[in-house]
């Protein structure tokens, strides 16, 4: 079974919508949470991250994720989409028992339409 | 600053045939690690290191090897290429600990 889970595959939305990306985990424990974002032809870049304190973070470019322990969740959100958001985004946790290894979701791919 | 610096960008193999994929970080990062990409399955972690002259297998490390011989360089070998082997190889570096990985450019490999 996945251990992260990203159940929106593709999402298309037009500019100006919102956006939420779901992202859940199966690990028990400590973990630390990211999102990491990948834009066409580029490699990955980390968008925010969870470590411990407030749930809700913000990251980059107005994202934002809220951790909530209860429902193994770390959604994305974003308020207003752009253009330019169009990419795929990758959810990733790291187990506190794993050392530093980093398991990934398998990708929701974005697409904004101008 | 260089980063994390991945070579070649682009390479094809025939069946069989072996290579290395070159992966360099000059930020003096304890991890690093080896991901492939491909459609629908998101990063899979191949083989990793939590410092020089000690690495461990990820999720899927058959069919390739590492070494880590220094701090800067983990090399990924393809001992006999398989069409199955055919992705986008990213290797990813950090400090220890609670640190983000920072990612290479990516190789794409295919094998025919």
């Known amino acids: 079974a996945q251990s992260v ?3 929106n595959h593709h999402v298309i939305l037009s500019e100006a919508a919102s956006l939420e990306l779901g992202c859940n985990y199966s690990y028990g424990g400590t973990v630390n949470l990211f999102w990491y974002v990948q834009y066409p032809g580029q490699h990955l870049q980390l968008l925010l991250k969870y470590f411990s304190g407030d749930p809700l973070v913000k990251g980059i470019k107005g994202f934002e994720a809220e951790f909530i322990k209860s429902k ?17 985004y990758f959810c990733a946790v790291k187990r506190s028992s794993s050392g530093d290894k980093l398991t990934f979701g398998t990708g929701t791919r974005l697409a904004v339409r101008p | 600053n260089a980063g994390v610096t991945q070579t070649p960008k682009f390479q094809v193999l025939k069946t069989g045939q072996s290579m290395t994929l070159q992966c360099a970080q000059d930020m003096n990062h304890e991890y ?11 990063l899979r972690l191949i ?3 939590v410092g020089a002259g000690i690495t461990d297998q990820g999720e899927v490390p ?11 360089d983990f090399p990924l ?3 006999s290429a398989a069409p199955s082997q055919t992705s986008v190889y990213f290797c990813a570096s950090s400090p220890a600990g609670n640190s ?7 190789t794409r490999l295919t094998v025919t």
């Open chain 1, 5 to 7: 889970s990203q159940h």
């Open chain 1, 72 to 88: 193994f969740s770390f959604n994305l959100r974003k308020p207003s989409v752009q253009w330019s958001d169009t990419a795929e």
């Open chain 2, 32 to 42: 690093m690690s080896w991901y492939r990409q491909d459609p629908g399955m998101g």
């Open chain 2, 47 to 49: 083989h990793y290191s």
């Open chain 2, 62 to 72: 058959n069919g390739y090897n590492v070494s880590r011989s220094t701090t800067e």
């Open chain 2, 77 to 79: 070998r393809l001992l």
């Open chain 2, 100 to 106: 983000p990985l920072h990612f290479g450019n990516g």
